[in-house]
C-alpha cells in the first residue's frame, strides 16, 4: 500500500477500509453496466421526431431523428436539458449575456448548464469512439444557440424540441410541462431506431438520506463534490431542493 507525507497509521488504516468499499463500488459499477448492455430490444421509436437546429454552415435546419446517426455509428446519446429550467428552480440567474435578458422562469437550469460545459469537451472523445451525441431543449433554438455561444459550447449539436413531443414521450417533460433531466440512448439496428436505456433514477423513491441523482453516476459536479471532505454542502442541498419535484 502507499502513504502520504506526515500521514498517522490512525489515518492509513482508516483509507485503506475505504478503500475496500471503492473496490467494491467500482466492481458494483461494472455489474450495473454488464447488467445494462445485457438489456433486452427497447421500443421501437413511435416516429422519427423533427427538431429544429443548425447545418453544417450554421443555418436553421429541421433535423429529424435518424439524422443525427452518423454514418456507422449506431449508437445515439440525447441529453435532456433543463431550459426553461424548473418552476421550483431557486438559484441565481443569468446576469450578462442576452441569455441575462429571458425572463427568470426561461432561464436555462444551472446544472444543466454546469455538465453540459463539462460534456462539451468530451463529445470530440465520444464521436471518436463511434458515438453520436445531441442535447435536446424545450426553448427554441435561438435561445438554446445563445447560450451555446455565450458557454463557449462549440462541440455538441443544440436540437430545440419546441415543435415535437419527444421530450414529452420519453419522460423528460412532466404533465405540467416543467422540464426534467433525463439521458437517453438510442440504438439503431435493421429494424429501425430503439430506445436503448434512459435514467430512471429520477423517477424511482429515493432511499432515506439521499439526495436525488437523476442521472444515475453521469452527473459529475456533484461527484466531485463528493470527494472533498465538505461533500455536497447543506447550502447546495437546499438549493437543490427543486431537484425533489422533479423525482416525485
Not at 454546469?114 to 435536446?136: C, E, I, K, Q, S
Amino acid at each position: 500500500m502507499i502513504s502520504f507525507p506526515n500521514e498517522s497509521q490512525e489515518y492509513r488504516s482508516a483509507r485503506e477500509k475505504l478503500l475496500e468499499k471503492e473496490i467494491e463500488l467500482r466492481c458494483t459499477m461494472e455489474d450495473v453496466a454488464i447488467a445494462r448492455r445485457g438489456l433486452p430490444p427497447g421500443g421501437l421509436v413511435p416516429q422519427n421526431y423533427v427538431f429544429d437546429g443548425l447545418d453544417a454552415d450554421g443555418q436553421p435546419v429541421r433535423i429529424k431523428l435518424s439524422e443525427l446517426f452518423a454514418p456507422g455509428q449506431d449508437t445515439l446519446l440525447i441529453y435532456n436539458m433543463m431550459f426553461p429550467r424548473h418552476p421550483q428552480e431557486t438559484r441565481d440567474v443569468a446576469t450578462s449575456g442576452e441569455t441575462a435578458k429571458l425572463a427568470r422562469q426561461d432561464q436555462p437550469c444551472p446544472s444543466c448548464t454546469a455538465l453540459l460545459d463539462h460534456l462539451d469537451r468530451a463529445v470530440g472523445h465520444m464521436t471518436a469512439a463511434g458515438f453520436n451525441f445531441a442535447v435536446v431543449a424545450k426553448t427554441s433554438l435561438d435561445n438554446l444557440i445563445t447560450l451555446g455561444r455565450e458557454r463557449d459550447w462549440a462541440n455538441m449539436r443544440l436540437l430545440s424540441s419546441a415543435g415535437n413531443s419527444f421530450k414529452r414521450d420519453y419522460h423528460a417533460e412532466a404533465e405540467d410541462g416543467a422540464q426534467l433531466p433525463m439521458l437517453s440512448v438510442f440504438h439503431r439496428d435493421a429494424e429501425g431506431i430503439r430506445h436503448f436505456w434512459s435514467s430512471e433514477l429520477g423517477y424511482a423513491e429515493p432511499e432515506p438520506g439521499q439526495d436525488p441523482r437523476a442521472l444515475c453516476t453521469v452527473d459529475t459536479p456533484w461527484n466531485l463534490m463528493d470527494f472533498t471532505p465538505e461533500g455536497r454542502s447543506q447550502a447546495w442541498r437546499e438549493q437543490l431542493q427543486y431537484a425533489d419535484a422533479c423525482c416525485s
